[in-house]
Nanobody
Framework: QVQLVESGGGLVQAGGSLRLTCDAK????????MGWYRQTPGKQRELVIV???????TYGDAVKGRVTISEDPRKGVQYLQMTDLKPEDTAVYYC?????????WGQGAQVTVSS
């Protein structure tokens, strides 16, 4: 069982940067994938970035070149670094882990980018 808790969301001006943190309760050392998605009202959840255990990283088209993912496996924490934020990046951001065929999601962190 894995529980994920996001933090670091908030209000940021366009052009600014933000780092989101995903704190995992339970081991994620054998996760096959981890990453971030986002969602705005009335729209489907959208890929931001996903990193697989074999080293592949997939980026959402809307954020490619502006996001990076990193992790500290000792702490069970992963980070989403976002730069050059735009108002259209405003969304709830969800942390994601896939492990042993199960998907785990955090409760989401609101990011609002003002113009």
């Amino acid at each position: 069982q894995v529980q994920l808790v996001e933090s670091g969301g908030g209000l940021v001006q366009a052009g600014g940067s933000l780092r989101l943190t995903c704190d995992a309760k339970g081991s994620i050392s054998s996760a096959s994938a981890m990453g971030w998605y986002r969602q705005t009202p009335g729209k489907q959840r959208e890929l931001v970035i996903v990193m697989t255990s074999d080293g592949r990283t997939t980026y959402g088209d809307a954020v490619k070149g502006r996001v990076t993912i990193s992790e500290d496996p000792r702490k069970g924490v992963q980070y989403l670094q976002m730069t050059d934020l735009k108002p259209e990046d405003t969304a709830v951001y969800y942390c994601y882990v896939e492990k042993h065929g199960y998907e785990y999601w955090g409760q989401g962190a609101q990011v609002t980018v003002s113009s």
